[in-house]
């Protein structure tokens, strides 16, 4: 199946008319390719795997008896899909189950992985599902909030003056031994690819290889500050041009954004098979 998405023809920064009857064409397939190949890469040959992590805040719907419902949702979106989700449609789609009636979470839980794993693949050859985690009112107390481990990088007394991604930055110790660390940032921003809207983030590095200079890692973090992406593209942008410039022999980088209209995204990158950490939200998220 042939298909066009275009940033400019999501829901974002349109007028939108907010359907309460569940309807899953509202979801708004965008397609990675494109972004993707402005930093050099194509589909079949990614130099990393990961996933997509959502958490969605604002999920309810009707029981048969048409009493409201409610519950938090994660969602694991595997980073080779061909498609992401619009994030406007993804919140337009999820009010549309607030005033349809459901038998129980778990047919809610149905419709969310059938929905979403078709727009996510769609195109492909092949298809999978996506990761659904929902979780009742009784387990809301049990929901942690815990800040990225690794060493702090906004310690740094550094001067800063480029704020487009600067990747000339990145620099390492090639001529001393490899060392193993995470590095942590909570200067992470962006902007959305459309709107121009500011996106808060944190981000965490961790690597095996030559030493990374830690004050231009970090200039190079605070480089993203008037860069308009999509949160995947960010964390894939900061993926490549690490690797590019510092040649680690492991890397992952992992990013935190801090949610709008109930729902955050928090995109993980990495160049080995790893198992994927808890979605556990920032104190910011």
């Known amino acids: 199946m042939i298909f066009s998405s275009q940033p400019e023809q999501s829901p974002l920064g349109q007028r939108s008319a907010y359907i309460d009857q569940y309807n ?7 397609p990675r390719a494109a972004k993707r190949a402005e930093i050099g890469l194509q589909d079949d040959r990614l130099p990393f795997f990961g996933a997509d992590l959502w958490t ?23 980073c080779e899909t061909p498609n992401i ?12 189950f607030n005033n349809s009636r459901f038998a129980s979470a778990g047919d809610v839980r149905a419709k969310l992985v059938a929905d979403l794993s078709e727009a996510v693949w769609r195109g492909a050859p092949h298809s999978a599902t996506i990761g659904v985690q929902l979780i009742e009112p009784e387990l809301f107390d049990a929901q942690p909030v815990q800040e990225l481990d690794g060493l702090n990088l ?18 390492a110790a090639f001529d001393e031994p490899p060392v193993t660390e ?5 200067l992470l921003k962006s902007n959305c690819l459309v709107t121009g809207q500011p996106d808060w983030g944190s981000v965490r590095i961790s690597y095996s290889g030559p030493a990374i200079n830690q004050e231009k ?20 942008r900061m993926f490549v041009d690490i690797w590019r410039q510092c040649h680690p022999i492991r890397l992952t980088v992992y990013a935190r954004y801090t ?17 994927l950490p808890a979605n556990v ?3 910011r998220q």
Not at 56 to 73: C, D, F, H, I, T
């Open 182 to 186: 995470t590095l942590t940032s909570r």
């Open 281 to 283: 939200r920032t104190a």
């Open 154 to 171: 906004d310690r740094l007394d550094i001067e800063c003056d480029r704020y487009e991604p600067a990747p000339e930055l990145l620099t």
């Open 56 to 78: 969605a805040y604002e999920v309810s719907w009707l029981n048969l008896r048409g009493k409201p419902q409610v519950a938090l949702v994660n969602f694991t979106i595997p």
């Open 217 to 236: 890692l970090l200039q190079y973090i605070v480089s993203f500050r008037n860069h308009n992406e999509f949160h995947e593209q960010c964390v894939e």
């Open 85 to 96: 989700i619009e994030s406007k449609s993804f919140k337009l789609y999820l009010n549309s």
């Open 24 to 30: 899953p064409t509202l979801l708004f397939p965008l």
């Open 259 to 275: 949610r709008r209209g109930g729902l955050d995204i928090n995109p993980l990158r990495t160049s080995q098979p790893m198992a």
